[in-house]
């Protein structure tokens, strides 16, 4: 049912039009904006799980291009000009994941608020007050480590796109040569990148284990 669910969303939001929409239609199928939250959160931790993988694939390419020794320059232009196009697709996957988290958390929260005044109990409202401080901190750190992984992405994109460009204009084997004394940072660059991954994936595993 999840899976299914998750499937519709982006259908409903544009059928929808607005977020309150939205929201009320997936409170027919059964999920809370907690519950699109947790799908949210776990969409981003896959989706940084996946850009770890290309943008390792990238390095791995890359390193191999350094090391060129005979054979069709083209086809190594291609090969990396098509990882570092993969890894711009993987880069706005992870972004988009991380805005989507940041709109249903904002969301979720204000929802919370404005219900702490609808208790006649005063002893749950500062019970769920209380939850409500904890889960907001903790998110906090979460969306921290998110944004902070995501800006690690950057310097290798950025390097990578030179690369190309440079490659693309100098298809030659002396080209190969200038490109070998930029290995060392990227390699830098994308261990500090999958570094910080792995921070936000352990964050997001343990928001989700608050939230379960």
Same mark, same amino acid.
């Given at each position: 049912?999840?899976?299914?669910?998750?499937?519709?969303?982006?259908?409903?939001?544009?059928?929808?039009?607005?977020?309150?929409?939205?929201?009320?239609?997936?409170?027919?199928?059964?999920?809370?904006?907690?519950?699109?939250?947790?799908?949210?959160?776990?969409?981003?931790?896959?989706?940084?799980?996946?850009?770890?993988?290309?943008?390792?694939?990238?390095?791995?390419?890359?390193?191999?291009? !350094?090391?060129?020794?005979? #054979?069709?320059?083209?086809? =190594?232009?291609? @090969? /990396?000009? &098509? *990882?570092? %196009?993969?890894?711009? +697709?993987?880069?706005?996957? !992870?972004?988009?994941?991380? #805005?989507?988290?940041?709109? =249903?958390?904002? @969301? /979720?929260? &204000? *929802?919370? %608020?404005?219900?702490? +005044?609808?208790?006649?109990?005063?002893?749950?409202?500062?019970?769920?007050?209380?939850?409500?401080?904890?889960?907001?901190?903790?998110?906090?750190?979460?969306?921290? +480590?998110?944004?902070?992984?995501?800006?690690?992405?950057?310097?290798?994109l950025d390097a990578l796109r030179d690369n190309?460009?440079?490659?693309?204009?100098?298809?030659? +084997?002396?080209?190969?040569?200038?490109?070998?004394?930029?290995?060392?940072?990227?390699?830098?660059?994308?261990?500090?990148?999958?570094?910080?991954?792995?921070?936000?994936?352990?964050?997001?595993?343990?928001?989700?284990?608050?939230?379960?």
């Amino acid at each position: 049912m999840r899976t299914f669910t998750v499937l519709l969303l982006p259908l409903l939001l544009w059928l929808g039009g607005c977020e309150s929409t939205y929201y009320a239609a997936m409170e027919k199928v059964g999920l809370e904006k907690r519950d699109i939250l947790v799908d949210r959160v776990e969409d981003a931790r896959d989706a940084q799980e996946d850009a770890q993988e290309q943008f390792t694939t990238a390095l791995e390419r890359y390193s191999a291009l !350094v090391d060129f020794d005979g #054979g069709e320059l083209q086809e =190594v232009y291609e @090969d /990396l000009n &098509d *990882e570092y %196009e993969a890894s711009e +697709a993987a880069a706005e996957r !992870v972004r988009g994941r991380i #805005g989507a988290i940041e709109d =249903v958390a904002g @969301d /979720l929260f &204000d *929802e919370w %608020e404005d219900e702490l +005044a609808q208790y006649s109990s005063a002893s749950l409202r500062r019970d769920s007050e209380a939850k409500l401080r904890d889960t907001r901190r903790r998110y906090e750190q979460l969306i921290a +480590a998110m944004r902070r992984a995501e800006t690690r992405m950057d310097p290798v994109l950025d390097a990578l796109r030179d690369n190309v460009l440079y490659l693309k204009h100098n298809l030659n +084997a002396s080209a190969i040569g200038a490109l070998q004394g930029e290995l060392g940072s990227i390699r830098a660059d994308v261990d500090r990148l999958v570094a910080e991954m792995n921070t936000a994936i352990a964050e997001s595993n343990a928001f989700l284990a608050t939230l379960d």
